[in-house]
């Protein structure tokens, strides 16, 4: 069975989520702050993290940069906070998805299941390459030139989608839809994942050569062969 750790300080809000997440045969830890989100974390490392941002005590983003520097765990912040930089700033910090208040109980589950299948391994072996860049689905690893890349799962699984459809040009949503299987969502959620990628997979992320923008439509992966 599945953990999710809920660190919310409203009790009616931890309560709705955990009802519908039990129903969804996912067992649920709760804490009411960031302490107590960070000592339970600690105790017994969830499957995902849903993270409020407003929390008395350690605020949620010191939260989620905390777990981020132990852990690759998929992390949903809660957000009341509906401005677009809000939003960026928690997926800067690690965050792998977000919702903004007030939001559907059953979206929430919907989107923790997405991420807990992401996070499995995958059973069939399976290696990506580009020159020094090795993407291996199988257990879910990056590595370049030897050295392995920590990866959120949504950075994961952009990066390989991206690597598997060489030279092909994705619109921002149409990657929201076909990597996350996001219907809906904000097109910055791709900006920022790109922008760390670069950061992690270029040799100079001011200059992409792999992760390359295509102007008026959105991004493509070109294959370098190296790192030159």
Same mark, same amino acid.
């Given at each position: 069975?599945?953990?999710?750790?809920?660190?919310?300080?409203?009790?009616?809000?931890?309560?709705? @989520? +955990? /009802?519908?997440?039990?129903?969804?045969?996912?067992? *649920?830890?709760?804490?009411?702050?960031?302490?107590?989100?960070? &000592? $339970?974390?600690?105790?017994?490392?969830?499957?995902?993290?849903?993270?409020?941002?407003?929390?008395?005590?350690?605020?949620?983003?010191?939260?989620?940069?905390?777990?981020?520097?132990?852990?690759?765990?998929?992390?949903?912040?809660?957000?009341?906070?509906?401005?677009?930089?809000?939003?960026?700033?928690?997926?800067?910090?690690?965050?792998?998805?977000?919702?903004?208040?007030?939001?559907?109980?059953?979206?929430?589950?919907?989107?923790?299941?997405?991420? @807990? +299948? /992401?996070?499995?391994?995958?059973?069939?072996?399976? *290696?990506?390459?580009?020159?020094?860049?090795?993407?291996?689905? &199988? $257990?879910?690893?990056?590595?370049?030139?030897?050295?392995?890349?920590?990866?959120?799962?949504?950075?994961?699984?952009?990066?390989?989608?991206?690597?598997?459809?060489?030279?092909?040009?994705?619109?921002?949503?149409?990657?929201?839809?076909?990597?996350?299987?996001?219907?809906?969502?904000?097109?910055?959620?791709?900006?920022?994942?790109?922008?760390?990628?670069?950061?992690?997979?270029?040799?100079?992320?001011?200059?992409?050569?792999?992760?390359?923008?295509?102007?008026?439509?959105?991004?493509?992966?070109?294959?370098?062969?190296?790192?030159?």
């Amino acid at each position: 069975m599945a953990s999710i750790l809920v660190i919310e300080d409203d009790p009616t809000t931890r309560e709705v @989520l +955990r /009802r519908y997440l039990t129903r969804a045969g996912i067992d *649920v830890v709760e804490a009411a702050s960031g302490t107590e989100g960070m &000592s $339970a974390f600690l105790t017994a490392p969830p499957d995902l993290v849903i993270l409020d941002l407003m929390l008395p005590g350690i605020d949620g983003l010191d939260v989620c940069e905390r777990i981020r520097s132990r852990s690759e765990v998929p992390i949903i912040i809660l957000t009341a906070l509906g401005s677009e930089s809000d939003r960026v700033v928690g997926l800067e910090q690690g965050a792998d998805d977000y919702v903004v208040k007030p939001f559907s109980p059953r979206e929430v589950t919907l989107r923790a299941e997405r991420l @807990l +299948r /992401r996070a499995a391994p995958v059973r069939t072996p399976t *290696v990506l390459s580009d020159g020094e860049l090795v993407v291996d689905l &199988s $257990a879910r690893r990056v590595s370049r030139a030897g050295r392995e890349l920590a990866m959120t799962s949504r950075e994961f699984d952009l990066l390989a989608f991206l690597l598997a459809h060489p030279d092909e040009a994705f619109r921002r949503a149409e990657l929201l839809r076909r990597v996350w299987d996001w219907e809906f969502g904000d097109d910055s959620t791709v900006t920022v994942h790109v922008r760390r990628l670069r950061e992690k997979v270029e040799a100079d992320p001011s200059r992409p050569r792999r992760l390359q923008t295509v102007w008026g439509v959105g991004y493509r992966y070109h294959p370098s062969g190296g790192d030159r």
